[in-house]
């Protein structure tokens, strides 16, 4: 960590608090989601207000009352995201009068919760984040036109990522090999890769998603399958092409040093400086989010033992409980939330 940073996780340290806040990715949205924090606590109603007027629409309507298929549109649903991520923070320092730094020891986020993050950090603004994730979803969108493309969580009595990483490699090079053959079964567009090292999940093209499938039936046994509701392979080369129009807005933008530290999703591991934030963001667009890796990061070499979760659905809260049973870890969500942890807050300022 740099001086920065060392200050930041010294503060709360000194009272015997690490605390973590993890956001949430894609696939989080509902219809209805932060319209509670909205109606009770102008940070939050604000935060959609600024939202709104930097995409020049009203996507707060579509988050509180519009239809699930529209809001989960990936060049919607993901600004709506941090958008609600936002909010729940914003809401929690208005009831607190603490800034981020307070709150605090380190902040990540599961994919585009990386840039809510960055937003709540102050690395860069509300407006920047939800444009940059706006366009995030629209250059993937690109990416994978004409392709018929699958995401899939699967659950097998294998726990080792790196095994399966390593068989999915393997089926990628046959896949390389087949397509290029006349009669082909493959096209030159088909890959599949493990998007996250949290579940075994398998991301690309639905003629690859498939033959992979097949084959690690074949050597790790009877799995699981659960087919996930989403437009885009995430995490995957096929969004290489969205990576890229995303370095050239990346260099429109100043990024700043976070005001606390920030774990990335490509490393696994705090970034050190702002300046390699645009690059890191660039990779783990295409790259699979080391969310394991980054939770036992903290947890083991920070002694993070407690986890603010803001933001829509319980997807990282449960993911977080599943790996650390006996962890503090709190749900930031609705408006009761928000007061109870800022209640919380206030009786351990009190003390000190």
């Known amino acids: 960590m740099n001086l920065i940073h060392k200050r930041c996780f010294s503060r709360l340290h000194s009272q015997n608090i690490i605390r973590a806040i993890a ?15 909205a109606e009770n606590f102008s940070s939050a109603r604000e935060t959609f207000e600024r939202t709104d007027e930097a995409l020049g629409y009203k996507l707060s309507d579509l988050i509180f009352n519009g239809n699930y298929n529209e809001l989960s549109n990936t060049d919607i649903a993901q ?39 960055l937003v709540c950090a102050n690395s860069i603004s509300l407006e920047e984040g939800v444009r940059l994730v706006q ?14 493309v699958q995401m899939v969580a699967i659950i097998t009595r294998s726990t080792k990522l790196s095994e399966i990483s390593s068989e999915v490699e393997n089926i990628n090079a046959l896949i390389s090999e087949n397509s290029n053959e006349t009669n082909g079964i493959f096209s ?22 498939t033959f992979a499938l097949e084959h690690l039936e074949e ?16 995490h995957t080369k096929i969004l290489k092409p969205a990576a890229d129009e995303l370095e050239k807005a990346f260099k429109q933008i100043t990024f700043k040093q976070p005001d606390v530290p920030i774990v990335s999703n490509y490393t696994g591991k ?9 690059k890191l963001l660039a990779l783990q667009t295409y790259s699979q989010v080391r969310w394991y890796d980054s939770i036992m990061h903290l947890h083991e070499l920070y002694g993070v033992d407690r986890w603010l979760c803001p933001g829509p659905s319980s997807v990282i809260f449960n993911t977080i409980r599943k790996t650390f049973p006996k962890a503090i870890i709190r749900q930031l969500e609705t408006k009761q939330h928000v007061l109870d942890f800022a209640e919380i807050i206030k009786k351990q300022k009190s003390v000190l």
């Open 23 to 37: 956001f949430p990715g894609q696939g989080s949205q509902f219809v209805g989601m932060g319209k509670e924090l």
């Open 79 to 117: 600004p709506a995201i941090v958008s609600v991520g936002v909010a729940a923070v914003r809401a929690l320092q208005q009831e607190t009068g603490q800034e981020i730094k307070d709150l605090c020891s380190f902040i990540l986020g599961h994919s585009i919760g990386e840039y809510t993050a």
């Open 135 to 148: 366009l995030r979803g629209q250059e993937m969108k690109k990416a994978i036109k004409g392709l018929d």
């Open 188 to 209: 030159k567009s088909d890959s599949v890769e493990v998007a996250t090292d949290t579940q075994f999940t398998l991301s690309g093209t639905k003629l690859a998603v």
């Open 219 to 234: 050597n790790f046994g009877d799995m699981r399958i659960f087919k996930l509701p989403i437009s885009v392979p995430f």
């Open 270 to 278: 705090i970034i050190e400086s702002h300046t390699e934030i645009p």
